[in-house]
């Protein structure tokens, strides 16, 4: 296993839209145990591809404690979610931001899983919320482009600041 490089903003395959993953041989397997590698050394809860440099649409999270939950989505699709309410979120690919947005907290979700054997499963609370993070990754987005306007406005010029040290 080795553990991966994550990309920060603003590197542009943050915005970029994955690709449905159709190769599941040994070489995708490696992956995402590095993706799971790279998650547990990053202590975040979830991690998309994309954020290491990979098109592919395949996601990682794990919400235990110690590392024993540790949970594979390829190709995810959401097919039905409820029960919005404000959360606090941050992104490793967006070090120091926090921000309030809106999320469903209940998800019915199909994805497949690392030999290609697709599943569905229903989510709730910080899962369906990591879920629904992760999935905009995989479609090029960013949880601060949820934010309220004016708040969004405030977040990037802080992101700009940091970034250029002043
Ligand atoms: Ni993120």
């Given at each position: 296993?080795?553990?991966?490089?994550?990309?920060?903003?603003?590197?542009?395959?943050?915005?970029?839209?994955?690709?449905?993953?159709?190769?599941?041989?040994?070489?995708?397997?490696?992956?995402?145990?590095?993706?799971?590698?790279?998650?547990?050394?990053?202590?975040?809860?979830?991690?998309?591809?994309?954020?290491?440099?990979?098109?592919?649409?395949?996601?990682?999270?794990?919400?235990?404690e110690?590392?024993?939950?540790?949970?594979?989505?390829?190709?995810?699709?959401?097919?039905?979610?409820?029960?919005?309410?404000?959360?606090?979120e941050?992104?490793?690919?967006?070090?120091?931001?926090?921000g309030?947005?809106?999320?469903?907290t209940?998800?019915?979700?199909?994805?497949?899983?690392r030999?290609?054997?697709?599943?569905?499963?229903?989510?709730?609370?910080?899962?369906?919320?990591?879920?629904?993070?992760?999935?905009?990754?995989?479609?090029?987005?960013?949880?601060?482009?949820?934010?309220?306007?004016?708040?969004?406005?405030?977040?990037w010029?802080?992101?700009?600041?940091?970034?250029?040290?002043?």
């Amino acid at each position: 296993m080795a553990r991966l490089t994550i990309r920060t903003w603003p590197d542009p395959i943050l915005r970029t839209q994955a690709e449905p993953v159709e190769d599941f041989g040994p070489e995708l397997s490696d992956f995402v145990d590095d993706l799971l590698e790279t998650l547990h050394a990053s202590g975040g809860i979830g991690l998309s591809a994309p954020q290491v440099g990979d098109r592919r649409a395949v996601m990682v999270m794990d919400l235990s404690e110690n590392h024993t939950d540790p949970r594979v989505l390829i190709n995810p699709e959401i097919l039905e979610g409820s029960r919005r309410a404000w959360v606090e979120e941050s992104c490793l690919s967006l070090p120091g931001v926090e921000g309030r947005v809106i999320r469903d907290t209940w998800l019915r979700v199909r994805a497949l899983d690392r030999a290609g054997e697709p599943f569905e499963t229903e989510l709730e609370d910080m899962h369906a919320v990591c879920v629904q993070h992760e999935v905009d990754h995989l479609e090029g987005r960013l949880f601060i482009d949820r934010l309220p306007t004016l708040r969004r406005l405030w977040t990037w010029a802080a992101v700009r600041m940091r970034r250029s040290g002043r």
